[in-house]
T-cell receptor
Framework: GENVEQHPSTLSVQEGDSAVIKCTYSDSASNYFPWYKQELGKRPQLIIDIRSNVGEKKDQRIAVTLNKTAKHFSLHITETQPEDSAVYFCAASKDNNNDMRFGAGTRLTVKP | EPEVTQTPSHQVTQMGQEVILRCVPISNHLYFYWYRQILGQKVEFLVSFYNNEISEKSEIFDDQFSVERPDGSNFTLKIRSTKLEDSAMYFC??????????FGEGSRLTVL
């Protein structure tokens, strides 16, 4: 099955700095790559996703890049704010397979 | 906005007891999932369900686990004989076809 690796496990940045979280996946057939944000005690919620037919997608301060050849994708958060502090999970899945595997998570702390 | 609902929010049980966790997926969604998250750790895939049968399951989903869709709205996870290591947050999720997974608020299971 799919194996998703995520780095770093923790990340601390100053407010206003950028944060980058990286993930790799094992199954070259995977074609859907979402990122979820989980605040303490809450459910994971989708913040951005990308399909394998595009290399980059941006939504305001958040962007995701995908390198299919290298099988890795990254989350970029610019101008970080304290409310960005949370655990971020990447995931990978493919349309003809009904599981979605998550990375181990990155705990992001944005210091004011 | 429609959402996935789960009950109970918290259940405490004795080791060896049976537990049933209940979920109501979003009404027009076709794929249903159970995930487990041990405190502070990753979101682990347990099982996916489509067209009234299991479509994928992980190595965690052994014979003590079962899922059922007893009627047109509920989706349940049964743990036959709970162990201490089953203590975790259990998330139900659903999606229409491909794309975003919508998570419920979770059911926290504590096994004593």
């Amino acid at each position: 099955g799919e194996n998703v690796e995520q780095h770093p496990s923790t990340l601390s940045v100053q407010e206003g700095d950028s944060a980058v979280i990286k993930c790799t996946y094992s199954d070259s057939a995977s074609n859907y790559f979402p990122w979820y944000k989980q605040e303490l005690g809450k459910r994971p919620q989708l913040i951005i996703d990308i399909r394998s037919n595009v290399g980059e997608k941006k939504d305001q301060r958040i962007a995701v890049t995908l390198n299919k050849t290298a099988k890795h994708f990254s989350l970029h958060i610019t101008e970080t704010q304290p409310e960005d502090s949370a655990v971020y999970f990447c995931a990978a899945s493919k349309d003809n397979n009904n599981d979605m595997r998550f990375g181990a998570g990155t705990r992001l702390t944005v210091k004011p | 906005e429609p959402e996935v609902t789960q009950t109970p929010s918290h259940q405490v049980t004795q080791m060896g007891q049976e537990v049933i966790l209940r979920c109501v997926p979003i009404s027009n969604h076709l794929y249903f999932y159970w995930y487990r998250q041990i405190l502070g750790q990753k979101v682990e895939f347990l099982v996916s369900f489509y067209n009234n049968e299991i479509s994928e399951k992980s190595e965690i989903f052994d014979d003590q686990f079962s899922v059922e869709r007893p009627d047109g709205s509920n989706f349940t996870l049964k743990i036959r004989s709970t162990k201490l290591e089953d203590s975790a947050m259990y998330f139900c999720a659903s999606r229409r076809t491909t794309g975003e997974l919508f998570f419920g608020e979770g059911s926290r299971l504590t096994v004593l």
